[in-house]
């Protein structure tokens, strides 16, 4: 069995309404002071081609760091599996290599696995089948087009399966302290006791290498934040002078994240047609784009007893630079 079906959502996602949600997003952080774009609104097509030749790039260790956690720990990670059915279950799995680590070993093994990938995006889902399906002939795949909380209630309520649900390359430092507990106990609710999670958390370094992975000399990343403004242009008729803007990234020693920034390099006014409306830049003036948190093993602990989650394994990779850790769902 190989392929995907789509969930009715709880919420309309047609190409329209996310427009409309992405104008409202961008008046809203444009009106604000300081200003601020979301960064989920950095995955369009081209943005997702960026950022996929960002994780190749030497100096943005996650990707390679996590995939040599899989590497090192499968067995540890996924013996314990053995002997009863699991759904592996993916939120927003890119391309699927760091996974297809995992999955080969369950394969190889003869351990009772589905994939089960879960994205918003039909197009990204229709990709992903057909790669992971050329990587592992004899693996079922079933995916769902749908919304990650309502995707997983769907599936506990289907299947007496095991989940191990699958949160990888440190989107969990996407969201400050407070929004990745809510994060996790929306997770912990949508799953049935015995479930498990694996979540990826890039840990606190040397600071020059956080540094030097969010400004990369090739320019990958500049490429990538800049592309935002690109988008704005393109879906809601702005006229942003890309080239009159500047990615900065920096970390903040305070609160163990860093951050990306857009920098107007001259006094410039814009105006985007859908939201009829115009936005004055004085010279140096920063949009806030993203935050990633760093985090130390004892902010990982704090976060799995709040979210209602027993941690059963921690698992990193030679340097310690990335930690992807298990979590069982209490009874």
């Known amino acids: 069995m190989r392929g995907y079906q789509r969930l009715e959502l709880p919420t309309n996602n047609e190409p329209e309404t996310v427009r409309r949600q992405f104008a409202e997003d961008v008046l809203v952080g444009l009106s604000e002071r300081p200003r601020r774009l979301s960064s989920k609104w950095f995955y369009d097509d081209r943005g997702s081609r960026l950022f996929a030749r960002i994780t190749d790039l030497d100096a943005y260790y996650p990707t390679a760091c996590e995939r040599e956690v899989f590497e090192r720990h499968a067995g540890d990670l996924l013996d314990r599996f053995r002997g009863r059915p699991i759904n592996l279950v993916d939120l927003g799995a890119g391309d699927g290599r760091k996974t297809a680590v995992l999955l080969r070993y369950l394969v190889e093994r003869d351990i009772d696995v589905r994939y089960v990938p879960i994205d918003i995006s039909e197009g990204a889902m229709a990709g992903l089948v057909e790669s992971m399906g050329e990587r592992l002939p004899t693996l079922p795949i079933a995916g769902l087009v749908s919304e990650y909380f309502h995707g997983i209630r769907w599936l506990a309520d289907q299947t007496d399966r095991t989940n191990v649900v699958l949160f990888l390359g440190s989107n969990i430092g ?158």
């Open 174 to 331: 996407n969201f400050d302290k407070p929004r990745a507990r809510a994060f996790l106990r929306r997770l912990r609710n949508a799953l049935n006791p015995g479930d498990h999670v694996l979540i990826g958390f890039d840990l606190k370094k040397d600071i020059e290498v956080l540094l030097t992975a969010y400004n990369d000399p090739q320019g990958v990343t500049a490429a990538f934040n800049l592309n935002l403004l690109n988008r704005i242009n393109r879906e809601l008729g702005g006229d942003f002078a890309v080239d009159h803007f500047r990615h900065y990234g920096t970390y903040n020693v305070f609160s163990g994240a860093m951050e990306s920034y857009l920098v107007s390099k001259e006094a410039q006014t814009v105006h985007i047609e859908a939201l009829r409306d115009r936005f004055t830049f004085a010279p140096w003036e920063p949009i806030h784009t993203e935050y990633s948190y760093k985090y130390l093993p004892e902010d990982i602990d704090d976060l799995c007893d709040h979210a209602g989650f027993e941690g059963v394994g921690a698992f990193m990779d030679s340097r310690g630079w990335f930690c992807d850790a298990l979590w069982r769902a209490h009874g």
